[in-house]
């Protein structure tokens, strides 16, 4: 049980780093705009994608909302605080990173690939790992969720 | 967190609580060190503190605008290039408004700005054309047509009466080529300022002619040549200030397209049908002038360009904006000696443009050699490059600059590794939303005239319409004096190169140029 709760906690520790990473590295690039990924989106977001890249203040605004998201849902998840709320935010997040480019068949992206994928890649597996987190009441055990908790509790107890 | 709230919690479960805290530290102290590596790693870093290039793009001046008084302005030639230079000034058939406001690619002319013009006169030998450009000139888009119905807009049937006019302040030239020089000089000695269409000359004789008379003038005369106007080009100029790219011994010119439209087959519609226009609705003999009379030919109408009788072909058409380019950024004037030579192999049906051209320009006293190679049955993209011993410039659009592997001027860097002679050390590239626009358009010929840096350029954040600024460059001259930067010096260069390259392609020689007696000689 002990190991089992470990290797959870590791699970959303790791996986909080990388997201966190992901939205500081944007942060500290200002450069760095979601515009290719958006020029290659594919499949049923393709429009809004094309429409999101002709409208500068809109792409901007994604550009904002995706860096900060990005940031909250990584601390959430390495500090262990609203893990529930961060999981289920991350999930969604990562399902619409994996619905916007999709590895199906005809949908190759150009350029070097570091994997091979075919229906499902490491974007899918990560946001169900997330999936996986939010469902398990994990938090309670390893994170500054303890504390919202406990108040709770204390909170209770006087009531 | 308070003591309180947190004194219900046991020391086991405080270390629990903070697990992530650590790992958050670890983060912290991660990504300050790869932060800290990136930098002193950063090889465009240290390539931009090497060579100095934080202030570069200062080269690149802002649009001004300027005030001034209202300029009267009338446009002979009405076809495509008529139509063009009206959008650049602000002026577009409603349909046509309409029709880009729709499919939202009229933001850029909007931008651009009021000129402060209206277009007052319209002389063209075709009625369509001649309606087309009233209808055009009658809309405004500033100002929503009413600007202009203060100004009425008149048809005139021959040139001279316009040009005589005291309505018209200055005018447009955008006739077939054989008709340049005439109406230069006829405007010119009418009191009128000139814009005229590439080429300014179809005979050598033409030249010394035009150039006395805009010369001994205080009109303001510009050749319609967009390329210094743009954004590349400014950083071009700077590069070469600089002489990063050494010794310069070999400026290459290049065309290359694949298709009818781009060989000036022009005659047909999108369905194969001859496109209108007849004995009846073409003034045929005013549209001939001094040429050789022929029976109205509906393909001499449309792809005049192809035809000695009246133009300068290939030279005048594409090489002239290549020369122009190149001239603008070297000064390099005229060559000693050229020599043409090309066939047609291809587009055999008429006319007699080559479809395979090349001519090389010799400049001995200059050390230097001018190259033009034409293929219009390959649309490979081949640049318009300057060879240097220490780098290669290729300027169009964008531009980059390519180091040389056996480089003094450079050896350190590449000895260090930090320039690789296969990749550009620099890379301008065209503001996005031009390349999109150019996209949209799809057409084998736009994209030419995008790669070369001949529709559009990005300045201060925005995307400019090139031939309006270069059109905007001449009203500001005639406002409030100046010379523009297709003036008639460097027309007169590019005239006599271009007569040059012509008399020795169509009369299988060389041509010589005679710096005393200011003349062209065959050899």
């Not at chain 2, 590069?239 to 290459?252: D, N, Q, T, Y």
């Not at chain 2, 004037?333 to 008429?350: A, D, L, N």
């Not at chain 2, 925005?462 to 100046?482: F, N, P, S």
């Amino acid at each position: 049980m002990k190991w089992q709760q470990g290797i959870l906690v590791a699970l959303r520790m790791v996986i909080g780093w990388h997201i966190l990473y992901e939205g500081i590295h944007k942060l500290i690039h200002p450069e760095w705009s979601a515009l290719a990924f958006l020029d290659n989106a594919q499949w049923i977001f393709s429009g809004i994608a094309d429409w999101i890249i002709s409208n500068p203040a809109l792409l901007n605004t994604v550009d904002a909302m995706n860096t900060w998201g990005l940031i909250l849902i990584g601390l959430g998840l390495v500090l262990g605080l609203f893990t529930r709320y961060a999981s289920l935010a991350g999930f969604a997040l990562l399902l619409l990173y994996y619905l916007f480019n999709p590895p199906f068949i005809g949908m190759e992206v150009a350029g070097p690939v570091e994997g091979n994928y075919l229906m499902i890649n490491k974007t899918l597996i990560e946001a169900l790992c997330l999936l996986y987190i939010a469902v398990t009441p994990l938090s309670r055990h390893f994170g500054l969720d303890m504390f919202r908790y406990k108040y709770q509790k204390i909170a209770q107890k006087h009531d | 967190m308070t003591k309180e709230k947190a004194s219900g919690i046991a020391r086991r479960d405080m270390l629990k609580a903070l697990a992530g805290v650590p790992i958050l530290g670890a983060l912290g102290i991660q990504v300050l060190r790869k932060t800290s590596y990136d930098d002193k790693h950063n090889i465009q870093k240290e390539i931009v503190r090497e060579l100095g290039l934080e202030d570069l793009m200062n080269a690149i001046k802002p649009v001004n605008h300027q005030e001034g008084e209202l300029i009267r302005l009338g446009i002979a030639g009405f076809g495509v290039r008529g139509g063009q230079l009206a959008k650049a000034l602000g002026f577009m058939e409603k349909t046509d408004f309409d029709y880009t406001v729709g499919n939202g690619s009229l933001d850029a002319q909007i931008r651009d700005g009021n000129l402060h013009v209206a277009i007052t006169g319209i002389c063209d030998v075709f009625d369509l054309h001649a309606e087309k450009g009233l209808a055009t000139a009658a809309h405004d888009i500033h100002t929503g047509g009413t600007f202009a119905s203060k100004h009425p807009v008149k048809r005139y049937r021959h040139y001279h009466e316009m040009i005589s006019d005291p309505d018209i302040d200055a005018v447009i030239i955008s006739t077939p080529d054989h008709h340049h020089a005439q109406m230069t000089i006829d405007a010119i000695q009418a009191g009128k300022h000139v814009y005229c269409e590439k080429s300014l000359i179809h005979r050598e004789e033409e030249i010394y002619a035009a150039y006395e008379v805009v010369k001994n003038s205080e009109l303001v005369f510009q050749q319609g040549h967009q390329y210094p106007q743009t954004a590349a080009f400014q950083v071009a100029q700077e590069i070469l200030k600089r002489k990063w790219l050494g010794k310069i011994s070999h400026v290459e010119t290049t065309t290359n397209r694949n298709s009818p439209n781009g060989a000036w087959i022009r005659h047909l519609d999108e369905n194969g049908n001859p496109k209108p226009g007849d004995a009846r609705s073409i003034d045929w003999k005013q549209w001939l002038g001094k040429a050789p009379e022929v029976p109205f030919s509906i393909r001499r109408y449309y792809s005049w360009a192809r035809y000695f009788d009246y133009d300068t072909i290939l030279f005048g058409q594409l090489f002239s904006h290549e020369y122009d380019a190149v001239n603008q950024l070297l000064n390099m004037g005229i060559p000693e000696t050229v020599f043409s030579s090309g066939g047609q192999y291809t587009y055999k049906e008429f006319g007699d443009m080559p479809d395979m051209l090349h001519t090389t320009f010799e400049y001995p006293h200059k050390e230097l050699t001018l190259t033009y190679s034409a293929n219009l049955t390959s649309s490979k993209t081949r640049g318009r490059t300057i060879y240097g011993q220490d780098a290669a410039m290729t300027v169009g659009g964008t531009l980059s600059v390519v180091p040389d592997g056996s480089s003094e001027l450079f050896s350190d860097l590449l000895e260090r590794g930090l320039i690789d002679p296969g990749s550009p050390m620099l890379e301008m590239l065209q503001g996005s939303s031009s390349a999109s626009v150019v996209d949209a358009v799809s057409s084998a010929t736009a994209q030419y005239y995008a790669t070369r840096g001949l529709t559009s350029t990005s300045i201060g954040g925005q995307d400019w319409d090139v031939t309006h600024l270069h059109l905007k460059e001449w009203l500001d001259c005639i406002r409030h004096g100046g010379t523009p930067s297709a003036n008639i010096e460097k027309a007169f260069d590019e005239g006599v190169v271009i007569a040059m390259a012509d008399i020795s392609y169509r009369e299988k020689c060389r041509t010589r140029w005679d710096p005393d007696k200011r003349r062209i000689q065959r050899i």
